[in-house]
T-cell receptor, first 113, second 117 residues
Framework: GDSVTQMEGPVTLSEEAFLTINCTYTATGYPSLFWYVQYPGEGLQLLLKATKADDKGSNKGFEATYRKETTSFHLEKGSVQVSDSAVYFCALSGGSSASKIIFGSGTRLSIRP | GAVVSQHPSRVICKSGTSVKIECRSLDFQATTMFWYRQFPKKSLMLMATSNEGSKATYEQGVEKDKFLINHASLTLSTLTVTSAHPEDSSFYIC?????????????FGQGTRLTVV
């Protein structure tokens, strides 16, 4: 079945550092890919998405490019802030999963001032 | 963007009692809603898919008699945890897919933290 694998956390960075959180997927067909963010004690918020190969999703300085050849959707940000501290989930929908969303295990990000 | 409201945000109940959690799509109709469970520092586990007017589809390993799901209208789905026990304590999150949009659009509620004492 479809699956999402993302890098283990926690990840701790200093403010203004460069961020990469790796995400790879396994799916049949042509899934859509997402990054969700969960702030402490809250539900999930969609951060960005890409619906087809070579699409780049971007929001709040975060970017991710849908790479079909490497089945990847890595999340990047050039300069992180303390307010970016949260748990980030890579996810996919479509493929063999139909309307279900399949989540990765989540990566906890902590930013030091 | 579309809004999904989940209520209550926190609930504490005694062991053996039942708890109902509501999930509402406030500004769109949702033929399909999903219920997830999140364990501490873990990812979201899909429990069931709720379809308006029909029985929910449960994922393998989820007890349908313990987690009752009702999707009576296009804007409301409920999850009832019956005869709750401390091991049912968790963070429950619903999501709703917007009708008429491709299957890539889902919106999440704020989550409900259930503590069974």
């Amino acid at each position: 079945g479809d699956s999402v694998t993302q890098m283990e956390g926690p990840v701790t960075l200093s403010e203004e550092a460069f961020l990469t959180i790796n995400c790879t997927y396994t799916a049949t067909g042509y899934p859509s890919l997402f990054w969700y963010v969960q702030y402490p004690g809250e539900g999930l918020q969609l951060l960005l998405k890409a619906t087809k190969a070579d699409d780049k999703g971007s929001n709040k300085g975060f970017e991710a490019t849908y790479r079909k050849e490497t089945t990847s959707f890595h999340l990047e940000k050039g300069s992180v802030q303390v307010s970016d501290s949260a748990v980030y989930f890579c996810a996919l929908s479509g493929g063999s999963s139909a309307s279900k969303i399949i989540f990765g295990s989540g990566t906890r990000l902590s930013i030091r001032p | 963007g579309a809004v999904v409201s989940q209520h209550p945000s926190r609930v504490i109940c005694k062991s053996g009692t039942s708890v109902k959690i509501e999930c509402r799509s406030l500004d769109f109709q949702a033929t399909t809603m999903f219920w997830y469970r999140q364990f501490p520092k873990k990812s979201l586990m899909l429990m069931a898919t709720s379809n308006e007017g029909s029985k929910a589809t449960y994922e393998q390993g989820v007890e349908k008699d313990k987690f009752l799901i009702n999707h009576a209208s296009l804007t409301l789905s409920t999850l009832t945890v019956t005869s709750a026990h401390p091991e049912d304590s968790s963070f429950y999150i619903c999501s709703a897919s917007r009708t008429g949009v491709t299957n890539t659009e889902a919106f999440f509620g704020q989550g409900t933290r259930l503590t069974v004492v």
